[in-house]
């Protein structure tokens, strides 16, 4: 039961993401050809180990991995030779990470360039603007940016944040990947998104016994490679990574680095401990323990009785025998009400929608959007750091661009986000309606439908409509009149 218990508790200080304030001087003042010092390295390596080390055990949850979910750690309460020990992993936590991921990116992130008079201004002309925007849009397709963007997701839901790391492949194109968060470590005087440093550790293990430590150091310039074990690592080579900035940044979940479930992970697993509790009872009195009294038998009668399911009681003489079943009076109706707390506390804190709720089924429009403004708040603050980590990401891919003469302006580059939510296109429409008689421009109401990404679009596809229908035919029309005037039967 103690270990069950150790696995229950969150991180603590040692754990929470550190600050490289210092490490970020000592890097400025010792950096040279060979990279930095092996002993400042890993000194880097060390105090961020903490925080990779929960954010493995964490991501090893999310995948169900037996060593690192508590119930399945869990030991019989009474040892005997054949303890029932039902171990039942209720895997909310897996469920308010996908929840989040689907709902958030779940549709892809709409990238574009701007277009009209100022993004010409800015970029050099209209050619320019459509080589800016051949670049952008190519970039997206090429490193398929919505699975990118769904990983880094998940990977931020989970542990608190995820790392994206910028790189040319062997044909000169700009390539991006998700980082794992354990993996990457950012130095910052800032914030996560804008690195000034940045390492990342990926360990093998050649042997199946010692892992082999990969390190990269990145600066504005130059990775720098190392490897070997943990307190003797070796430079080996340096290499140009052709960008202008550190091309491994960081993107937090929030301003905590926390995962979307670690405030509810007691609570997750007081309810597996219950649920797996009432298993052992039910399995362990499937049937009645049967009670002889004043009547003496042998184990033979006994499996005689389980076998014809008939008992020959003898005569005892002066007191009455009886066999009769004995039950275990057990007050479901206070289990129930404590997993139906626990249950709802944890979609609560989480701010993740219970969909088996019996009102969630019934509600629309408004009701639906207010069932849903926990998690629109989580995902607003995700949002937001993704913007953030945007910002920068478009500066390190111009910097890129620009050696190709290739002009893009990070400020005119676009991205709209698109919540996977349920649409109600009935009332959406009668919004609309109801907007436009009121005197609200068509541009304004028909933003307001949520499955509208471009009303400039929209607005041009209704002109073009309009000018496909041919104008009535007045003359035809005209001299039918005529006829039927001046024509007279009497004439023919």
């Given at each position: ?227 070997g074990y943990k307190g003797s690592l070796s430079y080996t080579k ?98 129930e009400h404590h997993l139906e707390r626990l249950q709802d506390n ?147």
């Amino acid at each position: 039961m103690q270990k069950y218990r150790e696995n229950a508790i969150n991180r603590n200080y040692l754990q929470m993401y550190p600050d490289f304030t210092d490490e970020i001087k000592k890097i400025e003042d010792s950096i040279s050809d060979t990279g930095i010092p092996t002993d400042l390295l890993q000194k880097i390596i060390n105090k961020h180990s903490y925080n990779a080390a929960y954010n493995i055990k964490l991501y090893d949850r999310y995948r169900t991995v037996a060593e690192e979910v508590p119930i399945f750690k869990r030991e019989p309460i009474f040892a005997n030779s054949l303890p029932i020990n039902n171990l039942i992993n209720n895997d909310f936590f897996s469920e308010i990470i996908d929840f989040k991921t689907g709902y958030f990116a779940g549709e892809p992130i709409s990238y574009g360039y701007s277009k009209g008079i100022e993004a010409e201004a800015v970029t050099g002309g209209e050619e320019a603007v459509d080589k800016a925007t051949k670049a952008v849009t190519d970039f997206v397709t090429r490193n398929n940016m919505y699975g990118v963007d769904m990983e880094i997701t998940k990977f931020a839901s989970i542990y608190g944040y995820a790392g994206r790391l910028f790189y040319i492949d062997i044909d000169g194109d700009i390539r991006v990947m998700a980082v794992p968060g354990y993996e990457t470590i950012i130095l910052s005087n800032t914030d996560i998104s804008e690195p000034k440093y940045a390492v990342r550790v990926h360990k093998i293990s050649p042997d199946k016994q010692v892992s082999k430590l990969l390190v990269d150091f990145y600066d504005d310039k130059y990775v720098y490679y190392y490897e070997g074990y943990k307190g003797s690592l070796s430079y080996t080579k340096k290499q140009e990574h052709l960008f202008d900035y550190c091309p491994l940044q960081g993107i937090a979940n929030n301003k905590e680095l926390m995962g979307d479930a670690e405030k509810v992970l007691t609570l997750i697993d007081d309810y597996d401990k219950v649920v797996s509790d009432n298993s052992n009872e039910i399995e362990s009195f499937v049937h009645a323990y049967m009670v002889f009294k004043n009547v003496s038998v042998d184990d033979d009668e006994i499996r005689k009785a389980q076998n014809n399911g008939a008992i020959r009681i003898p005569s005892t003489g002066t007191k009455d025998a009886d066999v009769y079943f004995l039950t275990k009076n057990i007050n479901d109706g206070f289990t129930e009400h404590h997993l139906e707390r626990l249950q709802d506390n944890i979609y609560r804190f989480s701010k993740t929608p219970n969909l088996n709720d019996e009102s969630f089924g019934s509600a629309s429009g408004v009701s639906l959007k207010f069932k849903l403004h926990g998690l629109e708040t989580k995902c607003g603050m995700f949002e937001a750091k993704m913007m953030d980590a945007a910002q920068y990401m478009w500066k390190v891919l111009c910097s890129a661009w620009s050696k190709k003469e290739i002009y893009v302006d990070p400020l005119q580059i676009t991205m709209e986000f698109t919540r996977n939510f349920p649409l109600d296109t009935l009332t959406e429409a009668q919004t609309v309606q109801t907007l436009i008689s009121a005197g609200i421009p068509k541009e304004v109401a028909y933003s307001q439908l949520s499955f509208v990404d471009d009303v400039d679009y929209i607005m041009e596809m209704i002109e073009q409509q309009e000018d496909s229908i041919p104008e009535p035919n007045t003359e035809d029309s005209t001299n039918k009149h005529i006829n039927d005037i001046y024509i007279d039967e009497d004439d023919i």
